[in-house]
């Protein structure tokens, strides 16, 4: 019944309230009446305010707004000042906040497109055939391409600022993560495809693919995938196997990585230690 008059009886006195409720057939026991004497008390001594309960209608809060990520950060700004040269962290300074505002723009609408339209794999086309395609919305390329134009991954092996590349390197990365939709992911195995490349000396036949693992020409830039095979393990890297053998009696700079359809592949037995799990 109270369903009924609910948006009815709002009224300010308690006792009226109690009175329209009786009329209505609506009997309320002795307890209620004291409490409603104490209210109306209570009501007399602090009026309510004519704002004070919310009004029925539409609310929609606005959503939070990206700013430039790199000036929003002090943290980052403090440590690279305290950490770099002047004369680097002025260079990168200016790049890192133009690269804020390409984050805002522009690389934060693509990451939200990408969350939309995750990847798919297509195992048959329309006619029954296997075809086994990998299918990517437009703005996964795109990421891809401001990648290399960024210098995402080719920042850290130019050299342009000597020991401090690799902090540069991090830096972009670091503002670039939130917004990229797991991109980071296929950077990260790149970097580890071309670090373990460059640890051999950039042998000859992996020359090619060095060069574009590390470009920053998007009609050239290559990214790397890790493959997990084995039918035990998954990413348990304790259960891998693997296999490798010195193609010299020089162990250490010239190995040939075999590898097998068991276990997570990686360049490891006379080699030296990858940093990472990754190839090309």
């Not at 723009?105 to 939200?112: K, Q, Y």
Request: charged residues 25%.
């Amino acid at each position: 019944m109270w369903n009924s008059y609910k948006m009815k009886l709002w009224l300010s006195d308690y006792k009226d309230w109690y009175c329209v409720l009786g009329r209505r057939g609506i009997q309320l026991s002795k307890k209620w009446s004291q409490q409603t004497e104490a209210m109306d008390a209570y009501s007399r001594k602090h009026p309510r305010v004519p704002s004070g309960r919310a009004e029925v209608g539409l609310f929609c809060q606005e959503p939070p707004q990206l700013g430039n990520p790199y000036l929003e950060d002090t943290f980052l700004q403090d440590y690279l000042k305290s950490h770099l040269p002047p004369k680097v962290f002025t260079e990168m300074s200016i790049d890192l906040e133009r690269f804020g505002v390409r984050l805002k723009n522009e690389i934060d609408p693509l990451g939200r497109e990408c969350e939309l339209n995750p990847p798919r794999l297509q195992q048959f086309d329309a006619w029954g055939r296997r075809v086994d395609q990998i299918i990517t919305c437009a703005a996964w390329k795109k990421m891809k391409e401001i990648s290399a134009e960024e210098g995402l991954i080719a920042k850290a092996y130019e050299r342009r600022y000597s020991n401090w590349s690799r902090v540069y390197q991090v830096a972009k990365l670091y503002l670039y993560a939130p917004s990229a939709s797991l991109f980071t992911s296929s950077l990260a195995m790149t970097d580890g495809a071309a670090k373990v490349i460059e640890s051999l000396d950039i042998p000859r036949p992996v020359q090619e693919a060095y060069a574009n693992l590390t470009s920053s020409n998007p009609s050239k830039f290559w990214t790397s995938g890790q493959w997990m095979t084995e039918r035990k393990g998954g990413s348990d890297v304790a259960s891998r196997q693997y296999c490798s053998v010195t193609k010299t009696p020089q162990p250490r700079r010239s190995c040939i990585l075999f590898l097998q359809l068991m276990g997570l592949r990686q360049l490891l037995g006379n080699c030296p230690m990858a940093p990472t799990p990754f190839m090309v």
